[in-house]
């Protein structure tokens, strides 16, 4: 026989991980308590004897998923491959935990978020995204240009992966593999889309 406290213990969980699919994939606005309550089958109220509000429930969300990303691309940094492997992994991990491009969705949370839970979570998004992306950026063989600091090419790295999360504007062969398609993307937010202009050309120009 289940006890009350198994229950609620099930209930908290199935809340927690309802949530994670709704969240991720429709973003913070576009999901509602009633959305969660109903695809588990519970009342709003049910709901909120375990989180006070939404606002709690995407917090405890993305502190998982978070955390999840940091020990995946430690994980990662530990292996011994090249930058741009180590960078390619780094890109499927993300993908495959988050549907949507990750730094839309936290940053669009932010307007309807109260300061607190802002300052909360930007500190999530720093150490269990931003910090371990910086350091792939930091290892020696990736060779940045003078002018960029690797919590720069981090920042940068995130904000260019929305391709990855879609259909409509993927980049490269969309009949190649995964891994293919990830690192047609990576080599152009690593290397440019031009050739630096000879000092000649820029005098004729």
């Given at each position: 026989?289940?006890?009350?406290?198994?229950?609620?213990?099930k209930?908290?969980?199935?809340?927690?991980d309802?949530?994670?699919?709704?969240?991720?994939?429709?973003?913070?606005?576009?999901?509602?308590t009633?959305?969660i309550?109903n695809a588990?089958?519970?009342?709003q109220?049910?709901?909120?004897?375990?989180f006070?509000?939404?606002?709690v429930?995407?917090i405890?969300?993305?502190?998982?998923?978070?955390?999840?990303?940091?020990?995946g691309?430690?994980?990662?940094?530990?292996d011994?491959?090249?930058?741009l492997?180590?960078?390619?992994?780094?890109?499927?991990?993300?993908?495959?935990?988050?549907?949507?491009d990750?730094f839309?969705l936290?940053?669009t949370?932010?307007?309807a978020?109260?300061?607190?839970?802002?300052?909360?979570?930007?500190?999530v998004?720093?150490?269990?995204?931003?910090?371990?992306i910086?350091?792939?950026f930091e290892?020696?063989?990736?060779?940045?240009q003078?002018?960029?600091s690797?919590?720069m090419?981090?920042?940068f790295y995130?904000t260019?992966?929305?391709?990855?999360?879609n259909?409509?504007?993927?980049?490269?062969?969309?009949?190649?593999?995964e891994?293919?398609?990830?690192?047609?993307?990576?080599?152009?937010i690593?290397?440019?889309?031009?050739?630096?202009?000879t000092?000649?050309a820029e005098s004729?120009?």
């Amino acid at each position: 026989m289940v006890t009350r406290a198994e229950q609620l213990a099930k209930t908290h969980q199935a809340i927690l991980d309802t949530s994670r699919d709704l969240f991720l994939t429709n973003g913070y606005a576009a999901t509602s308590t009633r959305d969660i309550a109903n695809a588990i089958g519970i009342t709003q109220p049910a709901l909120y004897h375990h989180f006070k509000d939404k606002e709690v429930i995407f917090i405890a969300v993305i502190k998982t998923v978070g955390a999840e990303i940091k020990a995946g691309i430690e994980a990662i940094l530990a292996d011994d491959q090249t930058p741009l492997d180590k960078l390619t992994d780094v890109s499927i991990l993300l993908t495959h935990k988050h549907p949507a491009d990750i730094f839309t969705l936290i940053h669009t949370s932010f307007k309807a978020l109260s300061p607190e839970n802002i300052r909360e979570l930007a500190g999530v998004f720093r150490s269990d995204y931003v910090e371990p992306i910086q350091a792939v950026f930091e290892l020696p063989a990736m060779a940045l240009q003078p002018h960029v600091s690797p919590q720069m090419a981090a920042n940068f790295y995130l904000t260019s992966l929305s391709p990855l999360f879609n259909q409509f504007h993927r980049i490269g062969d969309p009949n190649a593999d995964e891994r293919t398609r990830v690192q047609t993307l990576l080599k152009m937010i690593l290397y440019g889309v031009a050739q630096a202009p000879t000092k000649s050309a820029e005098s004729e120009s």
